[in-house]
Nanobody, 130 residues
Framework: EVQLVESGGGLVQAGGSLRLSCKASGFTLDDYGIAWFRQVPGEAREGVSSIVWPDGTKYYADSVKGRFTISSDSAKNTVYLQMNSLKPEDTAVYYC???????????????????????WGQGTQVTVSS
């Protein structure tokens, strides 16, 4: 069974940093792209960053370029999102998802790339205070 579990969210002051983790099980990370998304209540889900195989190309939303970094650890089957210089507008629930199709997949743009994503995690709350 494919599962994605996010962790690492929390409350941080503006200018601070957090590192989110997305632990995958039921599949090998190197076989599928993984993306991070965020959502504020009442707003659409926004693509934040993705990593695409086989070459590990990384994509970022303009709003996070230069501040966020996506990385992966194959041995731990985990994808990370290092978030630096956090701003209050980064406050949201952050989700990771597997790049794949299926009846419940959602097409979302991440940076300059649009793809379909399914198998979402439960999300982790990030709150940035001013």
């Amino acid at each position: 069974e494919v599962q994605l579990v996010e962790s690492g969210g929390g409350l941080v002051q503006a200018g601070g940093s957090l590192r989110l983790s997305c632990k995958a099980s039921g599949f090998t990370l190197d076989d599928y792209g993984i993306a991070w998304f965020r959502q504020v209540p009442g707003e659409a889900r926004e693509g934040v960053s993705s990593i695409v195989w086989p070459d590990g190309t990384k994509y970022y939303a303009d709003s996070v370029k230069g501040r966020f970094t996506i990385s992966s650890d194959s041995a731990k089957n985990t994808v990370y999102l290092q978030m630096n210089s956090l701003k209050p507008e980064d406050t949201a629930v952050y989700y990771c998802a597997q790049e794949s199709g299926g009846p419940y997949a959602i097409n979302i743009r991440v940076g300059s790339r649009t793809s379909s994503y399914s198998h979402w995690g439960q999300g982790t709350q990030v709150t940035v205070s001013s």
